[in-house]
């Protein structure tokens, strides 16, 4: 099986009965680790056998600094007009135009890795061990971009302003407080927010503690709501 795929978008991640991060943690058997994600910032539906790569394209998905992300492979057609790309490594694309290449994979191996790609991209080792130690950013990275795929048909631009309208004047709110403004779908609120979060115009704290009503929303820039 090919540790990636895309097919056409639309779908939503299953996350079980507990948590998906810990599904993510505890999955075992490498024939029963597929994952299937829809990605916001592809707009593709991404098939992904592991979940060390599973967890490290959420990771990319919801960090604002980066740009996109791609398989450095050339992609080659199958029968089923999928595209296929035989390589777990991430090329990463930030928004400052720098570029880094995550090999992912269970645990570091024996085998040096080199430092560098051909063309002077670094190469960063990413493991289970970094997905452990940022479980929590896992969850709530997951949740916020399911918010953002459920809305992807809707418009989402009301809600976009009026959160901007409501934190023009102040420098700090509330996850719930943004999501419960009045007139508003609770739902189209959510996707506006992950939107804004990823725009870097505001910041959603996704490390302190599991998502709740509470968890600290910060402007991050001075613009107008216009």
């Not at 080792?125 to 809305?151: I, M, S």
């Not at 102040?170 to 508003?184: Q, V």
Request: contains cysteine.
């Amino acid at each position: 099986m090919k540790p990636f795929q895309t097919q056409t978008p639309g779908a939503t991640l299953h996350a079980g009965r507990n948590n998906a991060g810990g599904r993510a943690r505890q999955t075992k058997g490498r024939r029963a680790n597929l994952w299937f994600f829809h990605s916001n910032k592809l707009n593709k539906l991404l098939s992904l056998h592991g979940d060390v790569l599973f967890s490290h394209v959420v990771f990319a998905e919801i960090d604002p600094n980066i740009l996109t992300y791609h398989w450095p492979e050339e992609e080659t057609s199958s029968s089923e007009g999928h595209a296929n790309r035989t390589s777990t490594d991430l090329r990463v694309l930030f928004v400052d135009g720098t570029q880094e290449i995550w090999h992912c994979c269970r645990a570091a191996g024996k085998a040096r890795l080199p430092s560098h790609d051909e063309d002077g991209t670094p190469i960063l080792l990413k493991t289970a061990t970094d997905v452990e130690a940022r479980a929590v950013r896992l969850d709530n990275a997951l949740l916020l971009c399911g918010a953002l795929t459920a809305a992807r048909r809707y418009d989402i631009m009301p809600a976009h302003q009026a959160i901007r309208q409501r934190m023009l004047f102040r420098e700090r709110s509330t996850f719930g407080e943004l999501t419960s403004l009045p007139g508003i779908d609770p739902a189209l609120l959510q996707a506006a927010l992950v939107r804004l979060h990823l725009e870097r115009d505001i910041a959603i704290d996704l490390d302190s503690h599991p998502l709740t009503r509470n968890t600290v929303v910060v402007r991050l820039t001075s613009r107008s709501a216009s």
